[in-house]
């Protein structure tokens, strides 16, 4: 099927034209290139932390405005240059378009996407476009889950339960562990609590919490919340260890929140608990296909992630929603 907006030799897209603006454009299309495919978007997610920090204008390495968002594009391959392979009609999950008339930051939400193939994950069969596109964001805690090496059995302490927090939780608990979910607002810890996840509500100190939960202490302390004074006082978490012979080893503290600079580790209080400290790169192909057949095998489940979906033409009130701390997410139908 042919969309309008290739009929009218037009691409769509959401832009942060200046600090807390955000508007509609509209660019040519354009054909691939060789080794490219064109992806007609069905829907794309808001990775928030990332985003609502570039509409800040807070990103370390902003592009000037105007630029497209977003990283996070499901859609159809509507068309392909040569030496691709995939055919027409597959469904992928892609981070945006790689050419653009105004500059992306990473080109997200656009109706139409030029993509290279290596660039591109093929979404499994009964994978719902709106899942496949959480599963970008799903990828991002699942390299974190990778570099911690979990095992069976493991106590683990996810402090921030905004979306990524949220898929960090879930996903160790997937893997066996002892989950305990934190955050100081009530509806981030009502989404997190199942009968696999412990969620607590943050009213005085997250150490308080981790005693009571883990009197034992703990061996994986996850940070999702992008908040340095949250990161310093959730190291108070982990367990002081014992001088002398012991088997035990220091908890490995997982950086998984977005900063937008630098921050600072108080030396004497990881020497005290010998830290491992541990900081994900995004996500590599692996864990986006990873992530995706998990969701295809019914093993994670991210349904309720997708339900505040928004037309492009509402993303200026879909931002305003999340800057309010009113939804963890938003999803652009683009098929509207």
Not at 187 to 203: N, Y
Request: hydrophobic share 40%; charged share 20%.
């Amino acid at each position: 099927m042919t969309s309008v907006a290739s009929r009218l030799g037009q691409v769509t897209a959401i832009a942060f034209t200046a600090v807390n603006s955000v508007e509609i454009v509209g660019m040519p299309l354009q054909e691939p290139e060789e080794g490219e495919y064109r992806v007609r978007a069905e829907v794309s997610a808001v990775s928030p932390g990332t985003e609502l920090r570039c509409l800040a204008g807070m990103q370390q390495t902003p592009p000037q405005f105007p630029f497209i968002p977003g990283y996070a594009l499901v859609g159809i391959v509507e068309s392909a240059g040569d030496g691709t392979n995939l055919p027409l009609g597959t469904r992928v999950l892609c981070d945006g378009t790689r050419r653009s008339s105004i500059p992306s930051m990473w080109g997200g939400h656009v109706s139409h996407a030029l993509c290279r193939e290596a660039s591109v994950t093929v979404v499994p069969d009964g994978v719902w476009p709106e899942s496949a596109a959480i599963a970008k964001l799903a990828a991002i805690a699942q390299r974190g889950v990778d570099v911690s090496h979990p095992q069976p059995g493991e106590r683990v302490v996810v402090i921030g339960l905004g979306l990524i927090g949220l898929l960090s939780a879930r996903l160790f608990a997937s893997e066996g562990c002892r989950v305990l979910a934190m955050d100081r607002l009530p509806q981030r810890v009502s989404a997190a609590r199942s009968p696999l996840i412990s969620a607590r509500l943050i009213k005085s100190t997250a150490a308080e919490l981790v005693r009571d939960e883990f009197p034992e202490g703990i061996d994986i302390l996850v940070d999702a919340t992008g908040n340095e004074q949250a990161l310093l006082s959730s190291i108070e978490c982990c367990p002081i260890l014992p001088f002398g012979d012991t088997r035990r080893e220091g908890t490995r503290l997982v950086i998984q929140g977005s900063y937008p600079g630098s921050f600072t580790i108080p030396y004497q209080d990881a020497f005290m608990r010998e830290l491992t400290i541990l900081v994900p790169r995004d996500t590599r192909p692996v864990d986006k296909r990873a992530v995706l057949k998990a969701i295809a095998e019914g093993r994670l489940d991210v349904h309720d992630l997708a339900n505040n979906r928004f037309c492009p033409s509402e993303a200026a009130t879909a931002y305003r929603q999340l800057q309010s701390g009113e939804i963890s997410t938003a999803l652009f139908d683009w098929r509207s």
